[in-house]
C-alpha cells in the first residue's frame, strides 16, 4: 500500500498501533483513513483512489488490464497464502517467530488467546483451500514457481508494464520486499526470491525511487528503513 501510495505521488503518514488488526473494517491489512472514511485492502483502496482520480494502469490497453489482475491473483494466490502458511502452519515458525511476535502487544494470557486464535483462523482458511496438508517443501515449490512466472514476465523491464509502474509492481514488491526483509528461522522462502536476480533488482530499484529520503522525514521511521535495507 505504501508503495501504490508513493507511486501516485499521494502523501501518507504511517501510524503503527497494536490494535490495528481490529480496526480495520474488513478485520486485514492494510488499511487507510481519509476523512471521515476507512478503506481497508489493497483492491477497494486503489478503486478508492482512482474515484478520486488517480490511477496507475490508465495508460494500459484492455487486454494489459486484464492480465495485470490476473498476475495480482497470482500473487495473492500463492505469494500471500505461502507467507501465511509459514507464519502460522510450520510449528517451529510458529513458537519462535510468529507467537512472541503477534502477542508482543498484549500481556499474558491475552497474548497466546489471541495468537491461538489467529493461528485457528488462518489454518481454517488453509484447510478450506487445500493447502492444509501441503508440506513447507511443496510450499516452496509453489512460491518458485511463482517467482519464475513473475521473473519472466518482468524479463529485462524496468516495471512489468511499459516503463511506468502499475499496482502489479506496487503488489509483487510489498510481498517481495517482506520474504527478503524479514527474518524466519530459515532463509529458504528468501532464497527463492534471490534465485531471480531482476526480482531482487526490481526491488532495490522501487526502495531506491519510492523510499529512500521519504522515510527521513521521521526518524524512528528511518532508522526502521535503515535495519530493513535491502541495500546494505
Known amino acids: 500500500l505504501q508503495a501504490f501510495l508513493q507511486m501516485c505521488n499521494l502523501p501518507v503518514r504511517v501510524i503503527c498501533?497494536?490494535?490495528?488488526?481490529?480496526?480495520?473494517?474488513?478485520?486485514?491489512?492494510?488499511?487507510?483513513?481519509?476523512?471521515?472514511?476507512?478503506?481497508?485492502?489493497?483492491?477497494?483502496?486503489?478503486?478508492?483512489?482512482?474515484?478520486?482520480?488517480?490511477?496507475?494502469?490508465?495508460?494500459l490497453d484492455e487486454v494489459q488490464k486484464a492480465e495485470m489482475k490476473a498476475y495480482m491473483e497470482l500473487v495473492n494466490n500463492m505469494l500471500l497464502t505461502a507467507e501465511l502458511y509459514l507464519q502460522w502452519c510450520d510449528d517451529v515458525t510458529v513458537e519462535e517467530i510468529t507467537y512472541p511476535r503477534y502477542g508482543s502487544p498484549y500481556p499474558w494470557p491475552l497474548n497466546r488467546i489471541l495468537s491461538y486464535q489467529k493461528q485457528w483462523e488462518v489454518r481454517r482458511k488453509m484447510k478450506a483451500i487445500g493447502w492444509a496438508g501441503k508440506t513447507l517443501e511443496q510450499v516452496l515449490e509453489d512460491v518458485d514457481q511463482c517467482c519464475h512466472a513473475l521473473s519472466q514476465r518482468l524479463g529485462t523491464q524496468p516495471y512489468f508494464f511499459n516503463k511506468q509502474p502499475t499496482e502489479l509492481d506496487a503488489l509483487v514488491f510489498g510481498h517481495l520486499f517482506t520474504i527478503l526483509t524479514t527474518q524466519l528461522i530459515t532463509d529458504e522462502l528468501?532464497?527463492?526470491?534471490?534465485?531471480?536476480?531482476?526480482?531482487?533488482?526490481?526491488?532495490?530499484?522501487?526502495?531506491?525511487?519510492?523510499?529512500?529520503?521519504?522515510?527521513?522525514?521521521?526518524?524512528?521511521?528511518?532508522a526502521h528503513s535503515s535495519k530493513r535495507s535491502l541495500l546494505r
Request: hydrophobic residues 30%.
Open 17 to 59: 498501533r497494536a490494535n490495528a488488526e481490529y480496526m480495520s473494517p474488513s478485520g486485514k491489512f492494510p488499511f487507510i483513513h481519509v476523512g471521515n472514511q476507512v478503506v481497508s485492502e489493497l483492491g477497494p483502496i486503489v478503486q478508492f483512489v482512482k474515484a478520486k482520480g488517480h490511477s496507475l494502469s490508465d495508460g
Open 190 to 222: 528468501s532464497e527463492k526470491v534471490k534465485n531471480y536476480s531482476n526480482l531482487t533488482a526490481f526491488c532495490r530499484r522501487i526502495e531506491q525511487q519510492y523510499f529512500e529520503g521519504h522515510e527521513k522525514e521521521s526518524s524512528a521511521t528511518a
